[in-house]
């Protein structure tokens, strides 16, 4: 196989998983359930297999995003 599939720690909100995109630098929702995704890039050639969702705790993606966008977002512990 040439192209592989990635995996993206991605959080949940309002019943979205959402990540932060390394391609693209924007964030994607998508619904929930981890698994494989179509790509929501407007890059060309990024994720040209979509990626595949795995849900990520809120504590390690507190930093992650913090660290790109200097703009972390309020965090709700919502989850059922
Ligand atoms: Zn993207």
């Given at each position: 196989m040439e192209a592989q599939t990635p995996t993206v720690q991605c959080y949940e909100r309002n019943n979205q998983f959402i990540f932060s995109c390394e391609e693209c630098g924007k964030r994607h929702y998508h619904g929930t359930g981890e698994g494989h995704r179509i790509s929501h890039c407007d890059?060309?050639?990024?994720?040209p297999n979509g990626y595949y969702l795995k849900l990520s705790a809120l504590e390690q993606l507190k930093s992650y995003s913090a660290t790109s966008s200097g703009h972390p977002e309020t965090q709700q512990r919502d989850r059922r």
């Open positions: 890059v060309e050639g990024a994720y």
